[in-house]
């Protein structure tokens, strides 16, 4: 049986699946490093005793049992000597008894008479016989003095008879190490040492064959999903691990986009060159750059690459594009201090890769631009050719089918990191000394969070795809047991919810999910309430929800529109649903 569960926010413990699942990797892992033959766990072995060695070994332990007894009479006996001393002849001379310890009365208490009252006991009876509690307490203190001998003879007859008991066992025990442990506890101790991060579950899996195999499918929790070949080769690769692909819980949807608007390279330029004016005025005028770190000496440097990078990007966008030249020599573009014998790069390609914003360099911004919009487009033409694909959803579905433990399905439009990702870009391309080629690639080739899209008045995406994943595991039977959504947009309209053709498929989807999570972070108007509400009202329909929290947020207003619970929840009863939680967070102005 697994070991008891304690959930962890870090890392929240197994269910008895994913226990199971570990364990059939364990074995196969553990075959494979043995080659078939049992792992050596200990070098010295153990042997049988005799009878007469058995025989002394019994002896020896009913001595030592007796001993044991004797020691807890004399111990019981002082304890409750003290706690009639302290409650009743010496009351404020306490100090009299330091040399019996400096526990409380009610510790002696309990040690000498358990739950029973002293003045009700036996014992209490056969002290006022014998005077005990007679004159002026000197009886009571030279009883106490005797059971404090008695019960260091005791203690030094027991230390004794225990030694000569682990003398005599020894030669039939073996050494035990934490590999000797049952599996099930490693996987627990592994799994605390995996909420360190992965690094930590990397170095145990140095540790020896037996680590290895018991946290090698603790390496890999989270396996990210984006709508593009290469990541569904990548979760490909994962799921068909025969030891990995086992440890995988969440699958992690990326739901950020490519904007059609941006398939036009006057749209796509003037787009970023406003980004990085809004910025650059922003660090111009508030001084902004002490936020982040930047010496002051450096901002007025930065302002000016800054400018430059956006003049070149409004200089593409208006079409008034820098002539190529026929021989295009790029040792030319090299600065004098290349030119010195330094030991710096010789290397024709990387000198043409290196961009100087501080020099007249807007041809080769501009081929880098026109590069990363091809890229761009291309980036778009896949992602637009997976999501309308169901044999990506269907690949997507076997992938997970493979992995045992991958019920969590997490659907997500924000930025990888925090809302300053963009910014923190731009201002990297504006330090002295960046690589502006890989700066440009990183800030133009980001997919677009849903928040951002809102915000700029862009195209906004369609969301089908939680529609269509949910669908397409139930084809592969493998039924998510948790979902968590977490959007800044909800997308084109109408298209989170079910429709009718998918109505059916979507129910049968989720007819095994436990936890539904739903977090919509912008304020929401009539039409974001109403499909929110349609589209929880639609995952409401599974029999074995259990946990459904919902978070939003309303506006100041008094008419603001809210997510009606009574009119999703309906008159359907469902007694599995236990926990539900439901916020509606006021928005900041």
């Known amino acids: 049986m697994p070991p008891e569960r304690h959930e962890s926010k870090i890392f929240p413990s197994p269910t008895p699946e994913e226990w199971a699942a570990m364990r059939s990797a364990y074995a196969r892992l553990q075959t494979e490093n043995n080659k078939g033959a049992a792992r050596p766990r200990n070098v010295e072995k153990a042997r049988s005793p005799t009878r007469e060695e058995m025989q002394a070994l019994q002896q020896s332990r009913d001595d030592l049992a007796v001993a044991t007894e004797e020691f807890e009479v004399v111990d019981r006996e002082i304890c409750r000597l003290l706690t009639v001393a302290r409650k009743t002849i010496f009351p404020k001379k306490r100090y009299q ?54 019960k260091a003879k005791a203690e030094k007859a027991k230390r004794n008879i225990q030694l ?3 003398r005599l066992v020894r030669p039939f025990l073996r050494d035990l190490s934490i590999t000797d442990l049952p599996n099930e506890i490693l996987i627990y101790i592994l799994a605390l040492v995996r909420a360190g991060g992965v690094d930590s579950i990397k170095s145990a899996r140095l540790v020896c064959r037996d680590f290895n195999a018991v946290s090698s499918p603790l390496l890999v929790l989270h396996v990210p999903l984006r709508f593009e070949r290469y990541s569904l080769n990548n979760l490909n690769s994962i799921s068909k691990h025969p030891i990995i692909g086992t440890g995988v819980r969440t699958i992690d949807i990326d739901m950020r986009f490519y904007d059609s ?22 660090f111009d005028r508030s001084n902004t750059w002490q936020d982040y770190g930047i010496p002051g000496y450096a901002a007025p440097e930065m302002i000016y690459r800054g400018n430059r990078l956006s003049h070149v990007l409004r200089r593409i966008a208006a079409g008034n594009l820098y002539p190529e030249e026929i021989n295009f020599d790029v040792m030319e573009w090299l600065d004098d201090s290349d030119e010195d014998d330094d030991g710096g790069s010789s290397n024709p390609q990387e000198e043409e890769d290196y961009i100087d914003l501080g020099n007249d360099d807007g041809l080769k911004i501009q081929r880098c631009i026109q590069e990363i919009h091809r890229q761009y487009r291309a980036h778009w033409c896949m992602r637009l050719r ?123 989807g989720i007819r095994e999910l436990k936890t539904l999570k739903f977090k919509y972070d912008q304020p929401l108007g009539e039409d974001e309430a109403s499909e929110i509400q349609e589209f929880l009202a639609a995952c409401l329909e599974a029999p074995s929800l259990e946990t459904l929290q919902v978070v939003t947020k309303i506006n100041k207003d008094p008419p603001a529109p809210r997510v009606d619970v009574e009119e999703m929840m309906g008159l359907v009863s469902r007694q599995n649903l236990t926990n539900v939680n439901i916020r509606q967070v006021v928005a900041d102005e």
């Open 97 to 150: 008894f330091h040399l019996f310890g400096t526990n409380t009365t009610a510790y002696y208490k309990h040690r000498g008479f358990g739950e029973q009252e002293p003045h009700k006991s036996q014992w209490w009876d056969m002290a006022c016989s014998s005077g005990l509690f007679h004159g002026s307490g000197r009886v009571l203190y030279e009883r106490l003095r005797n059971a404090t001998d008695e």
């Open 261 to 282: 608007s941006f398939l036009d390279m006057t749209e796509f330029a003037t787009y970023y060159a406003e980004k990085i004016d809004n910025l650059v005025r922003q």
């Open 164 to 166: 000569n008991f682990n």
């Open 386 to 508: 997976e999501v309308d694909s169901q044999d990506f959803y269907q690949a997507v579905a076997s992938a997970i089918q493979r992995m045992p433990c991958a019920r969590k399905l997490a659907f997500s439009d924000r930025d990888d990191g925090d809302s300053s990702n963009e910014d923190n870009s731009i201002l990297r391309l504006m330090k002295p000394g960046a690589k502006v080629k890989d700066g440009l690639r990183q800030l133009m080739l980001r997919p677009i969070p849903g928040h951002e899209a809102n915000e700029e008045n862009l195209a906004r995406p369609r969301y089908e795809c939680i529609v269509n994943l949910v669908a397409a595991l139930q084809t592969a039977g493998a039924l998510p047991n948790s979902i968590d959504i977490n959007l800044t947009s909800l997308g084109h309209p109408g298209s989170l919810g079910p429709g009718p053709g998918m109505r059916e498929n979507f129910n049968l």
